[in-house]
């Protein structure tokens, strides 16, 4: 049999350790060499296909795929890790000794004290903790530059509000979003493009926290209405093309008119 086979067919080998053991070897000398010619940069793409992929899984509630892209996605962490060791840096033990820590420290009320906290209680204790611990040098600090701006505008306001800066009831951003067309329009009448840009911006805000008032990822809610779009697009598409014309040859009018009926039917 061959070495490295029989090394990863020890059957006292448990699944993670297993794991662990293959990307050891794919990385040796007797490995393979692109394994060994990765590095934490050149594995990047991979990290966030991955990641794209355990969300779609979750989206779709396919609970076989997200089984699958689990594992793909653990891959991925265990091949930085193991990177990292190959460089003297850290382990994966080191990884999962850090966050073990981290998630006692930041969960006095289960670990320390048995109180029982509702959700916004933790978030607000949570964000606290590293403030006080000097974790974080800022309440906004820690969100990444790379994340989609919708969700850091949505983890922004998650943050501020954790430590008490937030609208009271979902009304009140009702009002802002009023607010913000009303500056959005003023800008526009003045033809100033960069500040209607500005204003924007404050509107996508806006309606980041309007969706977290509600606990609705927007995001993902986007990512919904962009595939309705789709679908109703692809619809009107092939009403224009069974029809023998081109879009150039329906008004705007008519082509509402079928839109309007294409989302009647599918109603």
């Known amino acids: 049999m061959n070495e490295n086979k029989q090394l990863i067919s020890n059957p006292k080998l448990k699944p993670f350790e297993k794991l662990l053991l293959i990307m050891e070897i794919l ?3 007797s490995g393979c060499a692109w394994d060994r010619k990765q590095t934490h940069q050149s594995l990047i793409p991979y990290l966030i296909e991955e ?24 891959c991925q962490i265990v091949f930085h890790s193991q990177l990292a060791k190959d460089s003297g840096n850290f382990t994966i033990e080191d990884s999962i000794e850090h966050i073990s820590e981290k998630l006692i420290r930041r969960h006095p009320h289960v670990f320390e004290d048995n109180k029982e906290l509702n959700p916004d209680e933790v978030r607000e204790q949570w964000e606290n903790i590293k403030i006080n611990s000097g974790e974080k040098k800022s309440v ?26 937030d609208w009271e009831k979902p ?13 959005i329009k003023e800008a526009a009448e003045i033809d100033n493009k960069e500040r209607v840009s500005e204003e924007i911006g404050d509107l996508l805000f806006a309606v980041a926290s309007l969706s977290r008032k509600y ?19 692809d619809k009107l598409e092939q009403t224009v093309v069974r029809s023998g014309n081109t879009f150039e040859n329906y008004t705007l009018e008519e082509l509402e008119e079928i839109w309007q009926q294409n989302k009647k039917e599918a109603d």
């Open 51 to 74: 990641t794209y992929e355990v969300v779609e899984a979750i989206e779709v509630a396919d609970s076989q795929e997200l089984k699958e892209e689990l594992g793909d996605l653990l």
């Open 171 to 183: 009304a009140d951003v009702f009002y802002k979003l009023t607010e913000e067309i009303n500056e």
């Open 27 to 29: 990385r040796s000398p």
């Open 215 to 233: 606990e609705i990822n927007p995001e993902q809610a986007l990512k919904s209405a962009l595939g309705k779009f789709k679908k109703r697009f």
């Open 140 to 165: 906004l600090s820690g969100l990444p530059k790379s994340m989609p701006a919708l969700t850091m505008a949505f983890r922004m306001g998650e943050k501020a509000a954790g430590v008490g800066f």
